[in-house]
């Protein structure tokens, strides 16, 4: 999907080398070159075809198991559903399946999301505030989490990127009860905290527009509805979740299996000096068991209502994708995916 935006040549460095950080700074995920156009540059934006830009150098392992002959610019769209399951290649797909999920609810049901990565998700997505709405300025079009429609042409334009897919769904849905499990060294205690709604200024598109952002406030007060709960303690993790909680309760689980090995980090140089998290497959199954076994043994496989694992090319590693996969949705309760 390639879009068109035009900004004032005041908005990006003229020097090359500057322009293209300000610009990777930005999008993040999505390529963006700059074209001067008399007194404007023209930003185009696509999704890259160059594998160096994924850094993993066995992604093709990863995309062969994968299958459906998936190009490296169709890796952002891509991902496969079955019933209650989302498998996806980018995490940002964890907003379309719980738009998808929101749309059938009740309002009155209380939600707990299952975060389990090696990162927090709340950046700033590129959506603006406009009055009572949310507008994906590549586009220019209206973003609403009730309308999954809208939240997957989000993701397809870049406005809701890598990253960031957490922040509008706390907007939206201010009294979810956040547990995100992660592992050293990012996280060695655990750490609670109340969710705090912001709007902050946009960088380059508008300066004057305001994108939802959310700031986490430490206060050790525990769980609970509005709250965040942040450690690498399984049972912290689910402290107060199990088959005898209140039935009503939506349980959602998001997967980032960066969560069990993150070698690369979005980062070429981890080629060949690889992060601090960076396991053998052994021990990876061996953390997926462990994992799992603490939803089983709560009585909790059974009482989740949606469950998205994405691969997130870049950061763990491709050619674990299909043992991690087999053994993950075993773990869970789930058939082998057949779909190739």
Known sequence: MTSTINVPLSRLSLDAQRRHEQLRDYFCDKDAVAIQVAGEWELVLEWSNDAFRYVDPRLDEGLAWWGRDLRYQDMAGARKRRGRVLLSLNDTWTLESWSQWLTGRSDDVDIVVLHVDDH?????PRIFQRLENWIDPIEGRVVELCDPQTVTSAILSGAL????FLTP?????PTADVRHLCQGPKCSETVDAIVQRELIPDSLLDPDALRPSITLVPDGLGVGRGRYRF???????LEGIDVSSDSTIGILLHIDMDYFCNRYDGDSDAIEYPGPL???????????DTFTHALRCRGLLERLDDIVIAFSPGFFPAEF?????????????ESPWLDR
């Open 120 to 124: 927090k998700d709340l950046g700033a």
């Open 231 to 237: 450690t690498s303690n399984l049972n912290d993790w």
């Open 278 to 288: 960076n396991p053998s497959l052994a021990e990876i199954l061996d953390q997926i």
């Open 321 to 333: 994708w299909a043992h991690s996969c087999e053994r993950l949705l075993a773990g869970l309760g």
């Open 161 to 164: 990127g890598m990253g960031s």
């Open 169 to 173: 769904f706390l907007h939206y849905v």
